[in-house]
């Protein structure tokens, strides 16, 4: 059995699906303070078969002895976290707490139960702003601008400090670049609980008219159009990369670091342009400044994902683009847009 913490959130619960389509039992632990119970109706409609679930925090450690107690846990994919930049601006201990505390309090209770594979849901954040593109896992990890990034590479040190004392743990550092889109049913996705930060979820309500406009933040950069450019990559890519790392895990100890990245850009303009393009709504803009602490450029190396995992993001922009629409018009009951293959 595999303990998925924050598996009702977004990428947990598209792992959850993944780990339970190949016939593995999934156990989740979710606080849902950024999700919701009924998640976990929709895993049960797509696999046939409902996940465990335990309502509680990963960083109460005495639940944590419980659950490692009562169920069969083999293995730990460590999704539970805060992720909103802005936030942990504002509010940075809650996310160094539950960030990196949560990260340590489940580490031991691990130990103590003698569970030592683990998969952490770490960040491209984590290279800073890195001059070269593109990004492969040898990069030095930057100076991340804000407290959410320094949660994510505090908990990775943890980890590589952990693993160098105890030869027994075999940990996968994933460093996701921009996950977005959601399974092709249209029936689980991305369901933010308030307004949201992120670029995607940002301009579907835009395009299913719950906000007027989507902000473009910053055309000045040494870009080809001047916007962002991001290496987005479909969430069920990388839930499968999930799979393919556990796998691997199991085979071998050490901390292993992996880029789950496309190995593609794409500017902010772009991804309007092609949302518009699949849906067939066009997307008010309203041109702003550049936002604090954002980069020009990131996309991913994701040659030693390949490699080693046997693992490539194979879903397009597109394909992205159309499933994300998909989502959120079953989320608004709105006209659902034809499946690309
Ligand atoms: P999410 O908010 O949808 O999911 C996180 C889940 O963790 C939520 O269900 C939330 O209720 C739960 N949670 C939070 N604190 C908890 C706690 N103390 N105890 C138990 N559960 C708790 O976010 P997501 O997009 O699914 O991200 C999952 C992980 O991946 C996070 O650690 C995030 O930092 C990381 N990550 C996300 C992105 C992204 O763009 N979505 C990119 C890089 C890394
Ligand atoms: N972005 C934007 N408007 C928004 C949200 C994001 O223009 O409302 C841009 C942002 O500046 C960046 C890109 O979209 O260039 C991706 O931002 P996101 O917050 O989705 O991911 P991250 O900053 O973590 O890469």
Request: charged share 20%; with cysteine.
């Amino acid at each position: 059995m595999i303990l998925i913490t924050g598996g009702a959130g977004y990428i947990g619960a598209h792992v959850a699906l993944e780990l339970m389509n190949q016939g593995d039992d999934v156990l989740i632990l979710d606080n849902l303070c950024n999700s919701y119970r009924s998640t976990l109706d929709r895993i049960a409609t797509l696999t046939g078969r409902r996940p465990g679930f335990v309502l509680g925090d990963v960083r109460n450690r005495a639940l944590l002895d419980t659950i490692f107690a009562d169920y069969p846990i083999e293995a730990v994919i460590h999704c539970a976290g805060l992720k909103a930049v802005g936030e942990s601006v504002r509010e940075p201990l809650r996310y160094y707490d539950t960030n990196v505390g949560g990260t340590v309090t489940l580490c031991q209770a691990m130990a103590h139960a003698g569970v030592f594979t683990l998969l952490f849901s770490s960040s491209a954040t984590v290279y800073g702003d890195c001059l070269t593109m593109p990004i492969d896992e040898t990069c030095a990890t930057g100076q991340p601008t804000n407290p959410y990034g320094q949660s994510k590479l505090m908990a990775e040190n943890v980890m590589k400090s952990m693993v160098c004392s105890d030869e027994r743990w075999s940990v996968g550092l994933l460093r996701y670049f921009n996950p977005i889109g959601a399974h092709r049913s249209g029936l689980l996705g991305e369901a933010p609980t308030s307004t949201p930060n992120n670029l995607l979820p940002y301009l579907l309500q835009v395009a299913s008219g719950q906000r007027a406009a989507l902000s473009v933040f910053g055309r000045d950069y040494e870009t080809p159009d001047g916007t962002g450019v991001r290496d987005y990559i479909h969430v069920m890519d990388l839930a499968e990369g999930h799979v393919k790392a556990l796998d691997a895990l199991r085979h071998q100890h050490g901390v292993h670091v992996w880029n789950l990245g496309t190995g593609m850009g794409y500017s902010v303009l772009e991804v309007v342009r092609a949302f518009e393009k699949v849906s067939g709504i066009s997307v008010p803009l309203v041109f702003e400044g550049r936002r604090a602490g954002d980069i020009a450029r990131c996309w991913a190396d994701p040659e030693k994902a390949l490699s080693e995992l046997g693992w490539s993001a194979r879903r397009s922009l597109e394909r992205m683009l159309a499933d994300a629409w998909r989502w959120e018009c079953h989320l608004h009951e709105a006209k659902a847009v034809p499946l690309v293959s």
